[in-house]
């Protein structure tokens, strides 16, 4: 190689260009008002780019909420569209989701208030259309929400925003050639944090703490840091984990968010990338060389892409000199998670994805729910309150499909039987289901039933657009006392072989206990044995049944 070529090509190198990583202005406090509007934002200096934001030309302020708040919020439309904007994790009730069913017409304000139930972690908010929460999230709309509690409070934990604690909103999009951002499309292209392209943030010399959320329409992201440098997480999408966990190595899915600790002690004037380590991506995952699990199957405009199985760089860290009073040390451990008891199950559920064609072509196809698509006037699922559930989401496609619920936050018993990852040990609403892989996740359906439903759905955005979502509502048959008592009845195992227990929790007088099947008759000429709090009722057939007690003069029924 001769002289005078090294030298260009060092100039290139220096020249690539860096540009200071957006941080989203935050809103805090009792009154929350967002400003849906339409916009231009320069991702590529001197040009101005189509986009949406709330408050602002792109993304959305990150909000800090802190739980036992009762928090109003006003969400003004400005798109000249309709649209909705849903709290992505938060625990609320359908009529404050900002599901598909809560649309917010151009010009008018939607006012949910609600009490902020959920523990400490990162959410998000974005809009939620059906057919449009593609093209409204892409084009801009989606921000951060902080949820703040007491026990995170107790932790010696990074948590100065904008110093020592960040928010990384990893997105990819596609852009034409006039640098309008193209939706939707299966050619993202252009990584980005904080609608920053080739972003840099200048971190101190101590434990900064991220906060990551994949708010991509599509792409899977492998992360790691250059060197194969270790990081901690310390908290899944719904709450902080029991202690940090070392890794090297972090997949997020579209919708999936974790907060991570990097250790730049000792690091001053060092340059650390956060990469997407796609090239160890089997295929069958959007991200990886193939996104189908058999190579032959192509998905139009996939590739060539030069992020898929490749390494890539998301953003740079700039190592400078640390703050006056710096965390230096990773906490350890953190929070008591306490998982819910595969027993406490009262129902269970299967949720089969496949695609509406099967065979070679079905990546660009539509995917199906239990072999239906979305259809705002049917009910898929019908949930009791207080509930306990096993869902079983089992993949029957060819690729890799993020599974989201809203309402609760759930825990994984298994994937393909096989116990979670430690990384998946904690507080979830999305789990990745690889191709032909079955997830069971269990969770309890609280304190809210409506008849307007909930969704559950994948969160790659064009499936989702494309149907792949089912509704599912909360109801709530009993009184406000039968309530109280039906929470100290546990019946078990649920559903049962032919024996089932009846557990009562403290004291009731039973008077009488009458079992009826579907058609509504009396099963009385069943086995039914009482032991101090332990009811016994052997001999059941198959079938859904009813349990009567008669308790203290109120009814109870349960299925
Ligand atoms: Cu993040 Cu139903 O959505
Ligand atoms: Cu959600
Ligand atoms: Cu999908």
Known sequence: MNKSLLIALLIVQVAVAQNQLLIPTTLSGKDINLTL???????????????????????????????????????????????????HGLHVSPENDGGPHTTIAPNTTWSPSFTILDKAATYWYHPHLHEKTNEHVSKG?????????????????????????????????????????????????????????????????????????????????????????????????????????????????????????????????????????????????????????????????YNPNPLNGSDFNIMQFNVDTATATPVTAIESPLVTVTPIPEVNSDVSRTITMSPVAMGRNQLNGNFLLNGVSFDSNVVNETVELNNTEIWTISNNSAIAHPFHIHDVQFYILDRDGNAPPPIEQGRKDVILVKAQETVRFIAKFDDFASTVPYMYHCHMLIHEDGGMMGQFVIENTLSVEENEFSNKLKVYPNPSNNTVHIAIEGSLNIDALEVYDQLGRKILDKKISFNDNLIQVEGLSKGIFFLKLNIENYIVTKK
């Open 37 to 87: 509007q339409n916009g231009t934002h320069q991702f590529y200096s001197g040009t101005n780019t189509t986009t949406m934001g709330a408050n602002g030309n792109i993304l959305g302020p990150t909000l800090i909420l802190k739980q036992g708040d009762f928090v109003n919020f006003k969400v003004n439309n400005q798109i000249a569209d309709i649209t909705t904007i849903h709290w």
């Open 141 to 301: 709309i989606a921000g951060l929400i902080i949820v703040k509690d007491t026990e995170e409070a107790a932790l010696n934990l990074p948590r100065t925003y904008g110093i020592d604690d960040f928010p990384l909103v990893i997105q990819t999009k596609d852009f034409d050639d006039n640098k309008e951002i193209v939706v939707p499309s299966n050619s993202d292209d252009v990584v980005m944090v904080n609608a920053t392209i080739d972003a840099a943030l200048t971190v101190r010399e101590q434990v900064v703490r991220f906060r990551v959320l994949n708010g991509s329409s599509m792409r899977v992201f492998n992360l790691g840091l250059s060197g194969n440098q270790t990081f901690y997480q310390i908290a899944s999408d719904g709450g902080l984990l029991s202690d940090n966990l070392p890794l090297t190595r972090l997949r997020l899915a579209p919708g999936e968010r974790a907060e991570i600790l990097v250790n730049f002690s000792g690091m001053n004037g060092q340059t650390v990338f956060l990469k997407s380590y796609a090239s160890e991506f089997s295929n069958g995952i959007y991200g990886a060389t193939n996104p189908g699990l058999n190579s032959m199957m192509t998905l139009e405009g």
